[in-house]
């Protein structure tokens, strides 16, 4: 009589399963605190208590501290908004732009390095992935330099904050592997029915490779909403900075002492990137875990 033994990858699941869920406990708790830090009030902060509300507590969800910490950041000089909304149109804005042009760059680029051949193409495309390997701050300083008024006098505008990054060799090298495994036989199905490159792209190919599209554009989207020093490098007047750079500015100042106040600006801060993911998870997955290497 044979018998089928439990193979060692199924008795490794329920520990597998163990660490992924302790994990992914240890990732949310920083998150969950900051969140009950911002609905709790000044004293429950400072005593520390985990739980103040009830059933345990006496005190209610201060919802009122989004508002007092939009109010004490302040306003924004030439349009008398809350400078907390002025910077986050900013941010809107630039990422919006960012994410954009990296998506239509990155699209193009790698179908160009997927699909089309041309002289130097082999060599053209190491030197996009040679730039993957130099860190961001060695480049940091000399882009920052090129704002200032002897060279492009972009310093404090939004062109400063948005065209150094229009193009990514990440969302190259991620759309173009995604490109390779499209089978050949659909450009010459397109072309027997008189497709070019630009109906071919964009009617199958870009349909194809949403989930790497996705992904590059989400990627982007949280390194731009995110992104701290170049925006301190390039802009002076808190009118032009981002949310993230605003966020520091208050916390420099009397938010660092409300650690309440400055929580709920954490969570106004972080809450667009957790909505964008939930609404994208599925081809955020889709994209890392089908973007093969071939080629």
Known sequence: MITNKP?????????????????????????IWMVMTALKNYG????????PWPPFGKSQPQFNNFADAIRQIGEDRATGLPLFVRQFLNTSLVTAIIVTGVTITSVMAAYAFANLEFPGKKVLFMVVLLT?????????IPRAVMMFKNYLDWYDSYLALTVPFMASAFGIFLVRQF??????DLFDAARIDGAGHLRYLSQIVIPLARPAIVTVALFHFIWTWNEFKWTQLVTKDTNMRTVSVGMQDFLQGDGGTNTHLAMAV??????????????????????????????
Request: glycine content about 4%; proline content about 6%; cysteine-free.
């Open 7 to 31: 193979s060692s990858v199924n008795r490794a699941n329920p520990i597998i399963y163990v660490i992924l869920i302790v994990a992914a406990v240890a990732a949310l708790i920083p998150f």
């Open 44 to 51: 429950d902060t400072l005593s520390l208590t985990i739980w």
């Open 132 to 140: 993957l390997m130099f860190p961001e701050d060695l480049t940091l």
């Open 179 to 184: 490109m390779m495994q499209i089978p050949v």
């Open 266 to 295: 954490a969570v106004m801060v972080v809450l667009p990137i957790i909505l964008l993911y939930l609404f994208t998870q599925k081809y955020f997955t889709e994209g890392i875990t089908t973007t093969g290497l071939k080629g």
